[in-house]
């Protein structure tokens, strides 16, 4: 485990958990990306639990901020961030259909933590 998933995971154990699914990505590299973990949480608030309204994932929106603010912005990396993620879920990338496969929060827990492995992977190679 690395820094990026140990910080989410400690997020995470707060109860109440410091915040939601997209929240909890952006403030992981908040620092990295020149924000306070106050300022991330306010940015990624609307996009938990689909942004409201089971659309998109958190994990999935508040990842491609991350790549984004880091400068990743191609489409094959944007792709193969979508593609990967929703490879590991039999194609969903929709809040909830994934909580409709599996309702718990461990569910979306883990979901972050996949997130944040494929942001890393997608950042090593750019040296970000």
Do not use: W
């Not at 609307?46 to 984004?68: D, E, I």
């Not at 489409?75 to 309702?103: E, I, P, R, W, Y």
């Amino acid at each position: 485990m690395n820094q990026h998933s140990e910080k989410a995971k400690a997020l995470r154990a707060q109860v109440p958990p410091a915040g939601n699914c997209a929240q909890t990505i952006l403030r992981v590299y908040a620092a990295e990306l020149g924000l306070s973990e106050e300022q991330a949480a306010a940015i990624a608030a609307n996009f938990g639990g689909g942004m409201k309204r089971g659309s998109v994932c958190g994990a999935v929106t508040a990842a491609l901020m991350v790549l984004g603010a880091a400068g990743i912005t191609d489409a094959a990396s944007v792709q193969q961030f979508q593609t990967a993620f929703a490879q590991k879920h039999d194609g969903m990338l929709c809040c909830a259909d994934l909580l409709k496969a599996n309702m718990e929060k461990a569910h979306c827990d883990g979901l972050i933590l996949e997130s944040i492995e494929l942001i890393d992977k997608l950042m090593e190679p750019e040296g970000k």
